[in-house]
Structures are given as structure tokens and as C-alpha cells.
């Protein structure tokens, strides 16, 4: 991407120097495990907490602050968040505009191991996530190398991606979405409710490619090779791809994000059409058009 003279967000708490308790029950493979699968580089946070005390719980954390010293690298990893951040501030603020609707921006929280949040407790190894409770979404660093390491999953695009899916909670929260979906979760089965979730997740892939396109449509942001970067990313967080790597079988019914099919389609169809009022479709179209 494209970056060069981009602002950085001052909507970001940096937490990395604070060091918190860890979550029980989990080891460090098993963690990784359970937060790929349960949030595919971004997902509903009430899902991790679910999954994690189903596998021993979540306990409360103590802060430290530390006089921890970052590589170079991690802060170029920083100020690349802090400027995806920014651009979709600038985006989503005129779309907005367009429907007479005002953007209150989430805060990124940027952290090291472990730390609190209004949804609860949570480590590094859930991944990426946004909290409706406090609007705010939350980022361990580190996790986009597991996503190289672990997926193959490498890129400047891919990673602001996996941020511009959070925002896209946000967005879905700001304009009722998240609410709406979550309500009627509460009333639903298990397996109704996985259903409900993974058109969350592909609404939430969607408004990342239609942030993408009026990002790029503004400041030409994407180069050659971007949305490459992107799909591929796509394409490794499915459902399917995900439960066959770590299980070495798939359970369609246990789906909460869609499969990799469904996740690279909506990016794609946001990418192409930039359109937010498309993104409501989602939750009226039948399964089979998903």
C-alpha cells in the first residue's frame, strides 16, 4: 500500500509497555488454535469468551508496566495500524456525511500478551477484536507474524484488512446492525445463531472492501499486487480452511464465519462496489447466495 504522508490516528491507546495476567486453561498451541478459529482475523469477541471458558475460563488480569524497548519493526507495524485507522476514519466520516449520519471513531487499543476490555479479559492469542461495549477494537501487534508464520497469510493490504474488519464491527454497531443481530441470537440455537454469526463476519468483510475502495478512490492507496494480498488473507480465514487445518476435518454446523468462498466473495463484492447501503442485503439473502 501506499502510505507515504498518510496522518496517524490519535484515536490509539498504546498498552504495549503494560503487561497483564494470562488466561487459564489454555496453552500456548491450544490458545492459538481456539482464537484462529473462533475469530478468523477478526471477529465477535462473545464468541472468545464462550470458547474460552468452555476450555478453562478466563481469569482476571493484574498491570505491570514495563520499560519494554520496540524493535523498528514494531513500530513501523504501529504506524502503519495508526494510518489505516485514519483512513478509515476519513472514509467512513463522509459516508456518513451521504446519509446525514454522524461517525464517532472506535479507539484502537494497541497491546502486549494480554489486557482488559469492556467485553472482559482477553490474551493475544484470541487475535484481533472489537468491543461493542466500549467501541473500541484491539490489537497485539504480534499477531500479524502468526498470521505469516501460522497462515501464510503476509502483506501490508491483508494486515489492514484484518483492522478494516474491526472497523467494520464498529460500523455495524454505529448503524444497529450489531444490536439488531445479537438480539435475536440470544433467542436462537446454537446452530442458528453460528448461522447468524457468519453473516456478521462476511457483513464485516464486506465493509472492509467497501472501505478499501473509497480508500484507494481518495488517496491511491492500492498497489499492484494489494488485493492479491487480500484474497489470499481471505481465503486462509475461512471456516473450512481453518477447522481442516487445526482438526483435520470440518464441521459445517460449528461455522461462525463463513467459509473461504464466502469470506473472498464480500471482501471482493465491497472492493468492487463501495456501496454501504449493498451491506444490509446480507442478513435478508438466503443462505445459498451467501
Known amino acids: 500500500m501506499q502510505l507515504n504522508g498518510r496522518r496517524e490516528s490519535s484515536n490509539v491507546e498504546d498498552r504495549r509497555r503494560m503487561s497483564g495476567g494470562q488466561v487459564a486453561g489454555l496453552g500456548i498451541g491450544g490458545a492459538l488454535i481456539v482464537g484462529l478459529i473462533t475469530l478468523m482475523m477478526g471477529g465477535n469477541f462473545g464468541d472468545v469468551i464462550r470458547n474460552v471458558q468452555s476450555q478453562g475460563g478466563l481469569t482476571t488480569t ?21 494510518k ?31 489486557t482488559t476490555s469492556g467485553c472482559g479479559s482477553a490474551s493475544s492469542s484470541v487475535g484481533p477484536f472489537y468491543c461493542s461495549a466500549d467501541q473500541c477494537l484491539y490489537i497485539d501487534l504480534s499477531f500479524f507474524s502468526s498470521m505469516k508464520e501460522q497462515l501464510g497469510a503476509d502483506g501490508d493490504f491483508a494486515y ?32 442458528q445463531s453460528n448461522k447468524m454469526s457468519v ?23 492500492l498497489e499492484e499486487g494489494d488485493i492479491e494480498e487480500a484474497i489470499q488473507c481471505a481465503s486462509v480465514i475461512g471456516d473450512d480452511y481453518l477447522q481442516k487445518k487445526a482438526r483435520g476435518y470440518v464441521v459445517p454446523d460449528a461455522f461462525t464465519h463463513g467459509t473461504a468462498k464466502q469470506r473472498m466473495k464480500w471482501l471482493t463484492k465491497g472492493l468492487a462496489s463501495g456501496d454501504l447501503k449493498a451491506a444490509a442485503n446480507i442478513f435478508s439473502i438466503s443462505e445459498s447466495e451467501l
Open 199 to 221: 453473516r456478521i463476519e462476511l457483513q464485516a468483510d464486506y465493509l472492509a472492501g467497501v472501505w478499501a475502495h473509497h480508500d484507494n478512490a481518495q488517496y491511491q492507496s
Open 62 to 82: 493484574t498491570t505491570q508496566t514495563s520499560q519494554q524497548e520496540f524493535t523498528e519493526e514494531e513500530q513501523e507495524l504501529a504506524s502503519f495500524s495508526k
Open 84 to 114: 489505516i485507522l485514519a483512513g478509515t476514519e476519513d472514509v467512513w466520516t463522509s459516508i456518513f456525511s451521504q446519509y446525514g449520519l454522524q461517525y464517532q471513531s472506535p479507539t484502537m487499543v494497541l497491546y502486549s500478551g494480554s
Open 160 to 191: 489492514a484488512y484484518v483492522i478494516a474488519h474491526e472497523v467494520g464491527h464498529h460500523v455495524q454497531n454505529l448503524l444497529g446492525w450489531l444490536g439488531q443481530a445479537h438480539q435475536q441470537m440470544a433467542k436462537m440455537s446454537t446452530a
